[in-house]
């Protein structure tokens, strides 16, 4: 089993930045992917950016240009990196890990961006 545990949410205005932060423990070696979602308020869950085991990257035309997402493995932690946040990006942050076989969720922040 993956436990991912996020942190780094909070209050920030409008233009700000906030880096969220997952640790990741368990059978690591088994993660394949690792993600970041957002539900915000009354609506459902959406992908705001990916990477793979490889690096690559992929992220939510929302916000493209402002997040950015990295993996430090020799730490198992996983972030991400949010600048110029707007009050629509006010959501849960969760943390996914997936594997050859299960994925695990984290248990979500609580990011808020005031106007």
């Known amino acids: 089993q993956v436990q991912l545990v996020e942190s780094g949410g909070g209050l920030v205005q409008a233009g700000g930045s906030l880096r969220l932060s997952c640790a990741a423990s368990g059978n690591i070696f088994s993660i394949t992917r690792m993600g970041w979602y957002r539900q915000p308020p009354g609506k459902q869950r959406e992908l705001v950016a990916g990477i793979n085991k490889g690096g690559f990257r992929n992220y939510a035309d929302s916000v493209k240009g402002r997040f950015t997402i990295s993996r430090d493995n020799a730490k198992n932690m996983v972030y991400l990196q949010m600048d110029s946040l707007k009050p629509e990006d006010t959501a849960v942050y969760y943390c996914?890990?997936?594997?050859?076989?299960?994925?695990?969720w984290g248990q979500g922040t609580l990011v808020t961006v005031a106007s």
């Open positions: 996914k890990a997936d594997t050859e076989l299960i994925e695990a």
